[in-house]
């Protein structure tokens, strides 16, 4: 399982995904351009020692990231989805992928996903901040999958 952003524009956003992507033992993808250099201080404070267990992998764009994914599916996390990711079989390889914190993620990248998936929140509520998503989304799917011990993931896969 891993869990890719789409071109990020907050540093702090994934520093706190990485640190949700080790906690949860998924592998890390970063689509660039991001909003700021990848190995910022800003994202090193935040990710915190977690680094290391998920040091994220950068794609130099939407091609290459694809060109890497392989026959992965593609979850794209989104608020203008009708299914959610209660009604959603998740499967061990599968990517969950974020879209930019200011702009979401274009027609291209929701063409390609093999599903699109929405978190329920209140009626009220617009959207979740995106590392917290991620994280909720990351915990759906490790639920689903059968994970309950860390030391039997590997995020390198």
């Not at 952003?5 to 907050?10: A, G, R």
């Not at 930019?100 to 093999?114: F, L, M, Q, Y």
């Amino acid at each position: 399982m891993r869990l890719a952003l789409y071109q990020p524009d907050i540093p702090q956003n994934v520093g706190a995904a990485i640190r949700a992507a080790a906690c949860f033992g998924a592998g890390m993808d970063v689509i660039e351009p991001c909003g700021f250099p990848l190995d910022s201080r800003e994202v090193r404070r935040v990710a915190m020692d977690y680094g290391a267990g998920a040091a994220p992998m950068a794609h130099s764009g939407w091609n290459s990231f694809l060109e890497a994914a392989g026959t992965a599916r593609l979850i794209l996390l989104t608020t203008k989805a009708d299914l959610t990711i209660w009604d959603f079989a998740f499967r061990p390889d599968d990517i969950i992928l974020m879209g930019r914190e200011s702009a979401g993620a274009p027609d291209e990248v929701h063409h390609r996903a093999d599903a699109r998936l929405r978190i329920p929140l209140a009626p009220e509520a617009r959207s979740l901040n995106v590392a917290v998503a991620a994280a909720v989304a990351l915990a759906e799917a490790r639920r689903q999958v059968g994970w309950s011990d860390a030391a039997s993931l590997d995020p390198a896969q």
